[in-house]
């Protein structure tokens, strides 16, 4: 059972726009160029966004070409109002314009389009029903960059949901969702139980590794008696138990402060609490991985009484203004959160510069905007050393299929597939190609028919980032 | 909660009756499970796919294994259900990484309970003689739920003697329970069989042990108990007489209780209640007539108290109605009685409370503030009956109408959807998209309802929504904090509807009509089988086993719809007892 105040969440709000201190706007002398970024954390939300309050183009652009504007050079009054919060954060952010999910568009699955969007947003593949549950059939690219750069002796990857368990959207494997933990104080025993307790040599501790070989060899023998769906099942608990081992020795021999869990009694406390612990935990090297999962805002977070967000406004987008403002405030609420995350991450010294600058975050969404469009989605990048930061690219709808959008018409073109963006992080990662051990290509959807049987290419990356 | 009365004794008698009816000594496999049922040649085995403990039945089981030993509980991550809500749904039950961390993290705060007072949980001195030896070989045939073979016990003992020879023998008990405690004999509950069939034959005959367990987490949520284990030690748990004699014992066990209450919760979303904001201005006049003033005051009671409240009426109305009533599902869906508490009363029902009566007395642990520790509920409900002109059954009681309702109005279209959904069994297809609606009126809608007359203006709502709204705006009685009305913005509230793809469709004046037509329904009969079959089997039914819910469909309608008797059949039958050959 939630409990929700109001008051708490205005002044959450408050807090998270006016108590940022001014980052530097220079581009940051950078370690080697190219150099990967050490961490990932995917910040997915719901809705979309809402673009004619999202998108930035103070120069008048063309809408029909692919182009780039430099965000250092925008004031505060340029940038748009869903993302003003993140102003003073725009030397180390890229906005991406453009992009859809068009595989999702395209997905037979026939499922609410809030879960299809879930399942293709980090795993750029298709849904798979099982027994009437709509799952992911391939894992999403936090685990497969997890499985590349995690430590074997700490966390692989840590997944929090905020404002109560949201809809998963990653999947460890094919038919494995990873659902996010609500449960702050939960998450906080698993990331910070077993630290700084490497002092004991007790017989409990001595003897772990003898007691879960032996635990392993009973998931071995179960496992030849089974049918080959349940060997698997008992096979991955086998794995992990293996893995289990050196992830106690390795967590319990770190040295960490363990942050504080303070008040978790609302959205905005959660959000907080989310923030102080992933930085912490990252800061010591416990996990390089997550996802933060936001459900949706409840309305007292932005000062709407009385009404179901989902329902009342981001549904009713495309014929309230009422709405749009209200689903502005949304993802410019979101956008504050975001700000407060590389407060923290930039806060927290390393090597030449900061935290922030190892750390990746990528924010996405489960669908382009409220209601239900999955055609030119809002996606951001910060921090990390592979891409120049400070940009704003624009990518025009040049994809020969017909979208689905918001004003009931089918449009004649969409953005470009997501699938390229998947695969760019992928490739910041140095994440290989499974087949060929070269850089990594393409996410499992490699090709789409378009309008007319026209191909639609969703393999390689997005080439401007590398600009 | 130990104390609760046995259930009404008249009951088991016909339950009896009725489930082994087919043949005089209760075991004729040939016309099992009823007179109505399949041919010999329709009888169906279960795929007995791996099933694992859910964190309910985990935290039963070690509750059960060390009573009187004080475990506390665990904390599991949160997980998938399969689709119906059933948290014991193999579908989706590949172990990730929080859980086999939760696992390794139990079974030492297990062993570190049992530390506590170890000779009181051995029941000798653990450094005398062979005592933590012996106890550690009988514990683990409770663990795993079998006796251990020659080969498993030697690698258990050899280990302890290494471990009491290096360490201390409490270190060696302490690590002999871990390392029983993360193995799959106690995590997962395989079915593998007893032997291999005889040629021809597709199923094979579940063992003595396999079906002690099959039974005891299905009707107790736990691990079995002495009786059950000394019974298969005998063999005697396949003689079906005997089970079903086991399965009328257990259900007269405080355990039962707790286990339809589950069933319930998780089929009809009772952990929804109370997850719903509600907007505290709106009804603002509510608090104030009690005396509230202050926003802070409000949110207190209404989140920490009401809503409470208002999810564990819930239980109390299962429990009461199945184990201390009739036991008949329309009963569930049609009375007026209830158990409710004083705020309850008065906020939602408006009427006064008889505190003379003798109350249900209603424990439960429940998240903190904030959702994240768990702390303690206990209330007591007094029974009560309700107005029969504005309630019928549990669906027009508090709890799903605060569930399933916007801050300020109530929400027709869940409303609609959970009953089609949970009592119809009928899949809806959501929609791929919603296409925007036209404002044909420049008005604003008057009251709620006539917010969603817009859904029978668009051809591609009008489809599902005629089903949907015609069920869930029968409603329109309950506000979002479950009291009744009469008029809804000042306007009289108009609740007709019309029940439609059933046995019983037609024309409905308000939601009382519909839960009759509801609870006389078929259909609703038919749809409550299927769900207690994924619930017993922990998956959803195939094609392959049509002819057991068929039959299983057949005796409840036969039954009067006696839940009971359900459940007894379901434990019965032959899928149940039997797993087919590995393809």
């Known amino acids: 059972m939630s409990r929700f105040n109001r008051r708490q969440f205005l002044t959450g709000l408050g807090l998270a726009t006016g108590s940022l201190f001014l980052p530097s706007l220079l581009p940051r002398a950078r370690g080697a160029t190219g150099a990967p970024p050490k961490r990932l954390i995917v910040l997915v939300t719901q809705h979309g966004a809402w673009m004619p309050t999202w998108a930035m183009n103070p120069a008048g652009n063309p809408t029909d070409a692919v182009w780039e504007q430099d965000l250092t050079t925008l004031s505060e009054s340029d940038f748009s109002r869903s993302l003003a919060p993140l102003h003073p954060w725009r030397a180390r952010t890229i906005a991406i314009e453009g992009l859809s999910m068009v595989s999702g568009d395209i997905d037979p699955a026939g499922v609410l389009r809030h879960e299809i969007g879930q399942i293709h947003v980090l795993t750029g593949n298709e849904v798979e029903m099982v027994s009437g549950l709509p799952v992911g059939r391939s894992p999403s690219i936090d685990q497969l960059i997890a499985n590349h750069i995690a430590l074997p002796d700490r966390l692989r990857s840590v997944e929090l949901s905020v404002g109560g368990v949201a809809p998963v959207v990653n999947y460890r494997d094919r038919l494995q969702p990873l659902l996010g933990e609500s449960r702050m104080s939960v998450a906080h025993e698993r990331l910070f139980g077993l630290v700084n307790g490497a002092s004991g040599a007790n017989a409990a501790t001595l003897e772990q590794g003898r007691v879960l070989s032996l635990v392993e060899e009973r998931y071995q023998l179960l496992a030849n008696q089974l049918s080959a769906e349940d060997q698997q099942k008992v096979g991955v608990h086998r794995d992990l138990i293996s893995d289990l081992q050196s992830q106690i020795e390795g967590l319990k021999s770190a040295s960490c402060e363990v942050p504080e869990l303070g008040s978790v009694d609302n959205y905005a406390g959660e959000w907080t609490a989310a923030v102080s612990m992933l930085t912490a935990a990252m800061s010591c090297d416990l996990v390089r991985v997550a996802t933060v999962n936001l459900s949706t805002l409840p309305g007292e977070a932005i000062g709407i009484n009385g009404e179901d967000v989902h329902d009342a406004y981001a549904h009713q987008l495309a014929s309230s203004q009422e709405a749009v403002d209200a689903m502005t405030n949304y993802t410019a609420y979101h956008a504050a959160e975001v700000a407060e995350l590389l407060t923290a991450l930039d806060a927290i010294p390393e090597g030449n510069g900061t935290m922030l600058d190892n750390t990746l975050v990528l924010w996405t969404s489960e669908l382009a905007d409220g209601i239900h469009s999955l055609d030119r989605m809002p996606n951001m990048l910060f921090g990390g050393q592979t891409w120049n930061m400070g940009r704003y690219l624009h990518y025009p709808s040049d994809t020969p299929y017909e979208a689905w959008v918001w004003d009931g018409n089918r449009r004649s073109s969409a953005g470009r597939p997501h699938q390229k963006l998947l695969s760019s992080v992928m490739r910041a990662f140095d994440v290989p190609d499974p087949d060929t051990g070269e850089q990594w290509s393409a996410m499992p959807i490699r090709e789409l028919r378009g309008m007319g049987g026209a191909t639609i290419d969703c393999t390689g990356v997005l080439d401007e980032l590398w600009t | ?583």
């Open chain 2, 1 to 583: 909660m130990k104390n609760r009365q046995p259930w009404n004794p008249d009951i088991a008698v016909l339950a009896l009756g009725l489930a082994l009816s087919g043949g005089a000594a209760g075991c004729n496999e040939t016309s099992e499970p009823g007179p109505t049922g399949p041919e010999p040649e329709m009888l169906v085995a279960d795929p007995a796919p791996l099933t694992r403990l859910t964190a309910e039945q985990y935290n039963n089981t070690v509750r059960d294994l060390f009573d009187p030993v004080p475990i506390g509980h665990i904390i599991f991550p949160v997980e998938l259900e399969g689709r119906g809500g059933f948290e014991n749904n193999v579908t989706l039950n590949t172990a990730t990484p929080a859980l086999v961390e939760t696992y390794q993290r139990a079974a030492r705060q297990v062993a570190d309970a049992v530390l506590e007072d170890l000779p009181g949980a051995l029941g000798c001195d653990p450094n005398a003689g062979t005592c933590a030896r012996d106890w550690l070989v009988g514990f683990a045939e409770r663990a795993w739920r079998r006796p251990l073979t020659t080969a498993e016990q030697e690698v258990l003992l050899q280990n302890f003697d290494t471990w009491a020879t290096d360490h201390d023998v409490t270190s060696a008990v302490t690590l002999s329970i871990t390392f029983l405690l993360q193995s799959p004999d106690f995590i997962y509950v395989p079915r593998l069989g007893a032997d291999a069939p005889a040629p021809g034959e597709a199923a094979i005959p579940l063992t003595d042990w396999e079906l002690a367990a099959r039974l005891s987490y299905f009707l107790w949520n736990s691990t079995p108990d002495a009786e059950l284990m000394d019974l298969a030690r005998e063999g005697r748990l396949r003689d079906r007489q005997v089970l079903a004699d086991q399965a009328f014992r257990m259900l007269a066990d405080w355990r039962a209780v707790d286990m339809v209450v589950s069933f319930h919760r998780q089929n009809w979303d009772f952990d929804d209640v109370g997850a719903n904001p509600i907007d505290l201005d709106f009804y603002g006049p509510v608090f104030e007539e009690r005396g509230m003033t202050e926003e802070d005051d409000k949110s207190d009671f209404y989140y920490l108290e009401y809503s409470p409240q208002a999810r564990f009426e819930s239980d109390v109305f299962i429990a009461q109605h199945v184990f201390y009533g009739d036991s008949r599902l329309e009963t569930l869906l049609t009375t007026n009685r209830t158990w409710v508490t004083q705020n309850v009363a008065e906020i939602a029902y408006q009427q006064p409370l008889d505190t003379e009566s003798e109350p249900v007395s209603w424990s439960a642990l429940i998240p903190q503030e904030g959702n994240d520790q768990l702390r303690a509920y206990q209330q007591e409900y007094f029974p009560i009956e309700l107005d029969p002109t504005q309630r019928a059954g549990l669906f027009t009681m508090v709890g799903f109408l605060i569930a399933k309702a916007g801050p300020s109005q109530p929400a027709p279209v869940r409303r609609g959807v959970t009953i089609i959904d949970r009592l119809l069994c009928t899949e809806l297809h959501p929609p791929g998209d919603v296409p925007p609606l036209e404002e044909a009126e420049t008005e604003a809608p008057r009251t709620n309802r006539e917010k969603y007359e817009i859904h029978k203006r668009s051809e591609a709502c009008a489809g599902c929504h005629a089903s949907i709204d015609g069920i869930g705006l029968t409603f329109e009685n309950y506000d979002s904090m479950g009291r009744w009305r009469d008029t809804d913005n000042g306007f009289p509230v108009d609740a007709s509807g019309e029940l439609l793809s059933t046995d019983q469709d037609g024309p409905v004046s308000n939601a009382v009509e519909l839960m009759r037509k509801l609870g006389s329904s078929r259909t609703v009969h038919d749809c409550y089988t299927r769900q207690w079959f994924r619930y017993a089997f922990g998956r959803n039914e195939t094609i392959d086993d049509a002819p057991t819910v068929l039959a299983l469909q057949e005796g409840f309608w036969n039954s009067d719809g006696n839940i009971i008797e359900l459940v007894v059949n379901l434990a019965g039958s032959y899928s149940f007892r039997h797993r087919r050959g590995q393809p």
